[in-house]
C-alpha cells in the first residue's frame, strides 16, 4: 500500500525532533544522574554518538530501498516470514511504549499537579487528542508539529535561561566518581530511551517527498543533532542546579523552574514547562500511534488505514491504566526493561537491515565476486 | 470497582459510537482484525476493572527481555 | 453562438399581440407602465414603450421622440416622413443613437429588460425592440464604510450599485489584466454576480477550482454575497471564516494584488474576498498606512486581543480553580477576598457573566439608534454593578469579562470575533473541568481543527502550519513597505514565480 500523502524534508526533521525529545526533555536526565551521577551529561553524549550511527542506518536503508517502511524492507531483505516475526514484535514494543508516554502524562499531573484527579481522565483525554490528530494524518501532524516543537523549545530554553542564577559549575565535578560502569550504565538507560528509538523511524520514511531526497540527510541529521543539544543542555543544567541530589528529583526540568525566582516577576514558571511537557508526550504519542498503525496495516495488509486507530487507542489507554502498579514499576520497566527492548530489537533490526541492504548490493555489482581493481 | 467499570464501560460506548458507521462499511478482513482488537480491549478493560494480578503485557515482555535486561543492569550497577 | 430562443417567445411584427403578451406577463403589476404612442402621416404608425415606473425616472422617458430624431436631420414634428420599416432598417443595422441601446428580439428579453430599468420600445410592424437604459434607481451616495472606520487613509465604501462598485475597482487598478466576469443568479432574484481578479496575479488552480465550485449557483436565489460564500465554501460547520469580507475598494484592490478573488453581487455593499487564510485575520487596511514601528506593535496587540478574547475567562477559571498556586500571592489574596460570599464556582460565575455579556451585545445591535447607546451603556453598569451587590459575580470576574469583550471588539474582522466568541465557551468548560491541563488538550484540538481546515485547497492555517519564516514579516511584524515591494507575497505578481501554487502549499 503506498503511502499517499508526502512531507517536505524539513517537516520530516521536525517530526524526527518531535520523535526524539518528545517527552524525554522533561523525564531526562533523572534517570541518567541515578545511574551515571555527575557524568550523566557524558553518558547522553555518548549515547547521542549512539543514536546518530542508528539514524545513519536508517538513512541507508531509506537510500537504497527509498519509499520502503521498515516492515517493507524486512520482506524484501529477510522474507516474509521473518518480516512477520519482527513486525510482531515491533507491534509489542510500540505497544508497550504508547501507552507508558501517555501513562507518564498521567502521573506528572497526578503527582504534581492535581492530585485528587484519578489518572484514568488524564490518559483518556491524552488519547482522544491523540487519536484524532492521527486520524487526521501524516500531513497535518505534520504541518502541527513545526509550530508545537518551536514553541516546546522555546519554552524549555526560556527556563533553562531564567534558571542562570540558579547554576553552579563546581556541580559538574568529580566527574566520573564511580569509575566507566556508572558511565556505561547511562549511556546503555539513554541509548534505549530517548535515542535509540529512532529505529522506529524508519516506518516514517516512506512518506517523505522523493523530490527533496537530498536535503532530507542533511536536515535529519541537524535535527537529531538539535535534539541532543537540547537533552545534553537540560543534563547539564539539572546537574549544576541539584547536584549530588539530581538523582533524586524526578522531573528535573520541571523542578529548575519552580525554583526560578527572579524579582516578583518570574515565578510560578513550572506552568510553563508543564505545556512543554504535554507538547512533547502528545506529539511522541501521535507518532508512535501514527507507526504502530501503520505497522499493524503493513502487517496484515489491510486496505482501509484508519480501521483500527480506534480499538488500538481503546487498547493502549487501557494498557496506561494497567501496566504499571506503581512508580518503581514504571521506573523498572522504563529505563531497566526498555532500553533493553530498544536495543534488542529495534536497533539491531535496522542494524541488520543495514548490514543486508549492503550485502546485496555488493553481491549485486560485483555477482562474480570478483573485487573492484581485478583486470 | 464500580468507578472503573462506569469509565470502562463509557469508553467502549464512546470507541463503537465514534467508529459504529465505518464498522458496517469495512472490509472483511478489518472486521476480524477489530473483532480481535476488541477481544483484547475487553481484556484489557477487565484487568482495569477488576485489577486483578492477571497476566499483562508487561509479563509478556519481562518473560522475553527481563533477564538479560536485569542481569546487564545489574553488571553496570555492580561497583567496578 | 446562442441558441434560437423558441418560436413561441420571438416577438412578432404585430404590436398589438406583443402589448398581450406583455401585459399578461406583466399582469397586476401596477408599477409597470404600458404607454402606446401614434407617429407618421396621420399619425397612422404605433408604438408602445413599456418601463417599471418604480425603477425608472420617469423624467427620462422621452425615449420615442429620441428615436425618431435619430432618423430626421431637423426638427421632428409629428415624424410623417418615417416608417416602421426605416426604424427596422435603421436600428436593426445598429444606427448612431444619442443614448445606447439594445435590440431585442424575444419577451423573455423585454421582460428582463423593463425589470432592470431600461424603457423597451416596440414598433407596429418591425419584430424586433429597442432597449433604453434610463436614468437609474437612486442609491446610496459612496461614504465611510460604518464597519471599517479607519484614522489614516481612505474613506470610500462599497455601495449597493454594481457598477459603482465596479468602477472604484476599475479606478484603484487601471490595467487591463483586471479582469471581471458576470453571471446572474436566482430565477427570481436575477441578480448579477461578478467574480473579479488579477490576470498574471492569481493563482490559476485556485481560479479554476473557484469557477467549479459556483457551478449550479445561477439556481440560487441569492440575495447577498454570503450567499456565494456559503455556496462556495469548504467547510459548513466550523464557526472560522474561510472568506473575508470588505467594505472598502483599498482593501479589496489590496486583495486583488495578492491574488485574491473578489465576488461583488447587485444589492448588496459587502465585497467578499476568497480565499481567506487565518493569518490574514490579524491585519488591516490601516497597517500599511502608519508607520512601520506602530503598525508592529498594534500587531501583537491584536494578537494578544485574539488571545485575550479565546482564552481569558478560560484562564481566570482554571488558574482559580484549579492552579491558585500560580497567582502571585498578592494577587492571590486580592482574588480571595473579591471571591469572598460568592456562592457560585468560577466556572458558574464566568458563564453567567459571559452569558449576559451576549446577551447585552446582541440587545445592542437590534435596539433602534436613539435608545441604543444609553440603554447599552446603562444596562452595563447595572448588570455590572448590581451583580457585584447581588454577590453573584466577583469584581474581579467583572474586569475580566470587560476585558475579554474589550478585546474581542478590537478584533478588525467582525466574523473571526464572531468564530472567537464560539470558541471561547468550549475552552470554558474544559478549563472547569480539568484547568490548565483541559485548556491544553482543548487547545490542541482546536488546532488540529484549524489545521484540516482549507479554503479553495488552500490550507488555512498557511504561514503558520506549515510554518513559514518568510511570511512572519507580515504577521508577527509588519516589515517596511521597501521589503514588501522588494519582494511582494504574491510571487506571482509581475510575472515573479510560477502561476501554479508550489511546494509551499504543502
Same mark, same amino acid.
Given at each position: 500500500m503506498k503511502p499517499r500523502e508526502t512531507v517536505t524534508s524539513s517537516q520530516m526533521a521536525f517530526l524526527a525532533i518531535a520523535f526524539s525529545i518528545g517527552s524525554s526533555i522533561v523525564y531526562i536526565p533523572s534517570p541518567l544522574e541515578q545511574a551515571a551521577g555527575n557524568a550523566a551529561w557524558l553518558s547522553l553524549a555518548a549515547s547521542f554518538g549512539f543514536g546518530l550511527l542508528v539514524l545513519s542506518c536508517v538513512l541507508y536503508l531509506n537510500r537504497t530501498? *527509498? +519509499?520502503?517502511?521498515m516492515v517493507e524492507c524486512c520482506r524484501s531483505l529477510l522474507g516474509p516470514a521473518p518480516a512477520a516475526v519482527a513486525a510482531v514484535f515491533l507491534i509489542a514494543m510500540l505497544f508497550f511504549a504508547l501507552p507508558a508516554i501517555v501513562a507518564g502524562i498521567g502521573d506528572f499531573q497526578t503527582s504534581i499537579v492535581m492530585k485528587e484527579t484519578p489518572d484514568y481522565v488524564f490518559n483518556s483525554f491524552s488519547f482522544l487528542a491523540v487519536v484524532l490528530t492521527v486520524r487526521a494524518g501524516i500531513l497535518v501532524m505534520a504541518r502541527m508539529f513545526l509550530l508545537l516543537v518551536v514553541v516546546m523549545l522555546l519554552f524549555s530554553f526560556t527556563v533553562i535561561l531564567l534558571a $542562570? #542564577? !540558579?547554576?553552579? #559549575?563546581?556541580? $559538574? $565535578? *568529580? !566527574? $566520573? *566518581? +564511580? +569509575?566507566m560502569k556508572p558511565l556505561l550504565h547511562g549511556t546503555f538507560i539513554a541509548s534505549g530511551f530517548p535515542f535509540g528509538e529512532i529505529a522506529l523511524f524508519t516506518m516514517l520514511m516512506p512518506y517523505a517527498a522523493n523530490s527533496e531526497s537530498a536535503k532530507l540527510n542533511r536536515r535529519l541529521y541537524a535535527a537529531y543533532s538539535a535534539t541532543g543539544v537540547t537533552l545534553l543542555l537540560s543534563a547539564v543544567c539539572s546537574t549544576m542546579t541539584f547536584g549530588p541530589a539530581a538523582g533524586e528529583v524526578q522531573f528535573a526540568l520541571f523542578r529548575i523552574s519552580y525554583e526560578i525566582q527572579i524579582g516578583e516577576l518570574f515565578q510560578r514558571m513550572e506552568a510553563i514547562i508543564g505545556i512543554a511537557l504535554i507538547l512533547g508526550s502528545y506529539m511522541k504519542a501521535c507518532l508512535f500511534l501514527f507507526i504502530l498503525n501503520r505497522t499493524a496495516v503493513e502487517l496484515l495488509r489491510l486496505r482501509d488505514d484508519k480501521a483500527l486507530l480506534f480499538p488500538l487507542s481503546f487498547v493502549c489507554l487501557l494498557l496506561s491504566l494497567t501496566m504499571f502498579r506503581n512508580p518503581a514499576d514504571f521506573n523498572h520497566q522504563v529505563y531497566v526493561i526498555w532500553p533493553f527492548i530498544v536495543l534488542s530489537t529495534g536497533c539491531t533490526l535496522v542494524f541488520l537491515l543495514s548490514a543486508l541492504a549492503w550485502l546485496s548490493r555488493r553481491t549485486r555489482s560485483f555477482p562474480n565476486g570478483r573485487s573492484e581493481n581485478a583486470p | 470497582m464500580q468507578e472503573n467499570f462506569i469509565v470502562a464501560s463509557a469508553l467502549l460506548v464512546a470507541v463503537l459510537a465514534a467508529d459504529g458507521r465505518r464498522l458496517k462499511r469495512l472490509p472483511r478482513k478489518e472486521k476480524w482484525c477489530y473483532a480481535v482488537l476488541g477481544l483484547a480491549g475487553l481484556y484489557m478493560a477487565l484487568l482495569f476493572v477488576s485489577q486483578a494480578p492477571w497476566p499483562n503485557l508487561p509479563d509478556l515482555l519481562h518473560a522475553v527481555y527481563g533477564g538479560p535486561a536485569e542481569r546487564l543492569t545489574q553488571y553496570l550497577k555492580a561497583s567496578g | 453562438m446562442t441558441p434560437q430562443a423558441p418560436e413561441a417567445d420571438r416577438l412578432s411584427a404585430d404590436m398589438h399581440a406583443n402589448r398581450r403578451r406583455i401585459e399578461h406577463v406583466f399582469s397586476e403589476c401596477f408599477d409597470i407602465q404600458i404607454q402606446p404612442w401614434h407617429y407618421g402621416p396621420d399619425l397612422g404608425h404605433a408604438a408602445v414603450s413599456v418601463y417599471c415606473r418604480s425603477i425608472v425616472n420617469e423624467k427620462d422617458v422621452h425615449t420615442v421622440k429620441q428615436t425618431l430624431q435619430s432618423l430626421v436631420p431637423h426638427e421632428l414634428g409629428q415624424a410623417e416622413s418615417i416608417s416602421p420599416e426605416q426604424i427596422g432598417r435603421y436600428f436593426g443595422q445598429r444606427g448612431v443613437s444619442p443614448q445606447p441601446y439594445r435590440l431585442i428580439s424575444t419577451i423573455g428579453e423585454a421582460q428582463n429588460d423593463v425589470l432592470e430599468g431600461y424603457v423597451v420600445l416596440i414598433f407596429d410592424g418591425w419584430d424586433q425592440a429597442i432597449s433604453y437604459l434610463v436614468g437609474k434607481f437612486p442609491k446610496r451616495q459612496v461614504t465611510e464604510p460604518v464597519n471599517e472606520p479607519v484614522?489614516?487613509?481612505?474613506?470610500e465604501g462599497t455601495i449597493e450599485d454594481l457598477d459603482t462598485n465596479l468602477g472604484m475597482l476599475r479606478q484603484r487598478l487601471k490595467?487591463?489584466?483586471?479582469k471581471m466576469e458576470s453571471l446572474t443568479v436566482g430565477d427570481n432574484v436575477s441578480s448579477k454576480v461578478v467574480y473579479v481578479y488579477l490576470a498574471h496575479a492569481v493563482d490559476l488552480d485556485m481560479l479554476a477550482e473557484f469557477r467549479r465550485r459556483l457551478a449550479g449557483i445561477e439556481r440560487c436565489d441569492a440575495v447577498s454575497t454570503s450567499y456565494v460564500e456559503q455556496w462556495i465554501e469548504d467547510h459548513t460547520w466550523t464557526p472560522f471564516p474561510q472568506h473575508r469580507y470588505t467594505e472598502r475598494t483599498d482593501t479589496a484592490a489590496a486583495a486583488l494584488l495578492d491574488g485574491k478573488i473578489l465576488v461583488l453581487m447587485e444589492n448588496s455593499p459587502t465585497v467578499l474576498i476568497c480565499p481567506a487564510l487565518f493569518v490574514e485575520f490579524f491585519g488591516t487596511s490601516e497597517d500599511y498606512y502608519v508607520r512601520t514601528s506602530f503598525a508592529t506593535l498594534v500587531r501583537w496587540l491584536r494578537i494578544l486581543a485574539y488571545f485575550m478574547a479565546a482564552s481569558l475567562p478560560s484562564l481566570y477559571i482554571a488558574i482559580s480553580t484549579f492552579h491558585p498556586e500560580l497567582f502571585p500571592t498578592v494577587l492571590l489574596l486580592a482574588v480571595l477576598d473579591s471571591r469572598e460570599g460568592i456562592p457560585f464556582p468560577a466556572f458558574f460565575e464566568a458563564m453567567i457573566m459571559e452569558i449576559s455579556f451576549e446577551l447585552l451585545r446582541e440587545a445592542g445591535i437590534r435596539l433602534p439608534r436613539p435608545v441604543g447607546p444609553a440603554v447599552s451603556i446603562v444596562g452595563a453598569l447595572v448588570i455590572g454593578q448590581a451583580a457585584i451587590s447581588a454577590k453573584i459575580a466577583s469584581p474581579i470576574m467583572v474586569i475580566v469579562v470587560a476585558l475579554t469583550g474589550i478585546a474581542s471588539f478590537s478584533i478588525p474582522h467582525y466574523d473571526m470575533g464572531i468564530a472567537l466568541r464560539i470558541v471561547r465557551f468550549p475552552l470554558m468548560v474544559s478549563a472547569g473541568i480539568l484547568g490548565l491541563f483541559g485548556m491544553m488538550i482543548a487547545y490542541l484540538l482546536l488546532f488540529l481543527h484549524l489545521t484540516c481546515l482549507h479554503t479553495l485547497g488552500r490550507p488555512y492555517l498557511s504561514g503558520l502550519a506549515p510554518l513559514k519564516l518568510r511570511d512572519m514579516r507580515d504577521i508577527l511584524i509588519r516589515a517596511p513597505l521597501r521589503t514588501l515591494m522588494r519582494s511582494p507575497r504574491n510571487r506571482r505578481l509581475n510575472g515573479g514565480g510560477p502561476a501554479r501554487e508550489g511546494a509551499g502549499s504543502r
Open positions: 530501498h *527509498p +519509499g520502503q517502511s $542562570l #542564577p !540558579l547554576y553552579r #559549575p563546581e556541580y $559538574l $565535578l *568529580p !566527574l $566520573l *566518581p +564511580g +569509575g | - | 484614522v489614516h487613509g481612505p474613506r490595467t487591463p489584466r483586471l
